[in-house]
């Protein structure tokens, strides 16, 4: 099984700005979703943002603040966070899926704390 390496992440202060990041495998050009989610103790995990061949899309939450990104080249996947507020205070994840000729793959990070002070 595949594990995507995560960094980026930690303690920040209320209005602050973190970068992640996430080293994705080879996937299908043409059937892929990246995403990002964040989880909380006691909650389920939610999506956070997530791009695709056809767009971005993002959680309620977060438009305006953050921004998801990908290198191509360097099988990198980023999500940018701006002006943090201490309820973006989770555990993020990063996903990577993908549908090669029927074949479903789905493959996850190890998770990384962000925390957000008042």
């Known amino acids: 099984q595949v594990e995507l390496v995560q960094s980026g992440g930690g303690l920040v202060q209320s209005g602050g700005s973190l970068r992640l990041s996430c080293v994705v495998p080879?996937?299908?050009?043409?059937?892929?979703?990246m995403s990002w989610y964040r989880q909380v103790p006691g909650k389920e995990r939610e999506l956070v943002a997530a791009?695709?061949?056809?767009?971005?899309r993002y959680a309620d939450s977060v438009k305006g603040r953050f921004t998801i990104s990908r290198d191509n080249a360097k099988k990198t996947l980023f999500l940018q966070m701006n002006s943090l507020k201490p309820e973006d205070t989770a555990v993020y994840y990063c996903?990577?899926?993908?549908?090669?000729?029927?074949?479903?793959?789905?493959?996850w990070g190890q998770g990384t704390q962000v925390t957000v002070s008042s």
């Open positions: 996903n990577a899926w993908e549908d090669r000729f029927g074949v479903v793959s789905d493959y």
């Open positions: 080879e996937l299908s050009k043409t059937n892929n979703v």
């Open positions: 791009v695709s061949n056809i767009g971005e």
